[in-house]
Nanobody
Framework: QLQASGGGLVQAGGSLRLSCAAS????????SAWYRQAPGKERELVAH???????HYADFAKGRFTISRDNAKKTLYLQMNSLKPGDTAVYLC??????????WGQGTQVTVSS
């Protein structure tokens, strides 16, 4: 239902753009978000965007990451700049929908080398 892509291996200081495409059967998304989970750590919120366009970022993401969406393409993006080794994690996309359980993407691996 949610297909994430765009992860990869990048050197510290580099950039990546993650994408998350929602299938045609998903409607009425009220909250879209990116989470990440590093080995041995809990899943944490990276950023979210609400249906009205309001955004929120975790402190570690402020000034480096930008969340956006293309409603026509039903695609969520995460532009990540100035990447650090501490950003290494599996990044998962999330869609909160009215009237049903939220959707999670399968995750895309981001690895930042020093």
């Amino acid at each position: 239902q949610l297909q994430a892509s765009g992860g990869g291996l990048v050197q510290a200081g580099g950039s990546l753009r993650l994408s998350c495409a929602a299938s045609g059967s998903i409607f009425s998304i009220v909250r879209s978000a990116w989470y990440r989970q590093a080995p041995g750590k809990e899943r944490e919120l990276v950023a979210h965007i609400l249906s009205g366009g309001e955004t929120h970022y975790a402190d570690f993401a402020k000034g480096r990451f930008t969340i956006s969406r293309d409603n026509a393409k039903k695609t969520l993006y995460l532009q990540m700049n100035s990447l650090k080794p501490g950003d290494t994690a599996v990044y998962l996309c999330y869609a909160g929908v009215i009237g049903t359980s939220p959707y999670w993407g399968q995750g895309t691996q981001v690895t930042v080398s020093s």
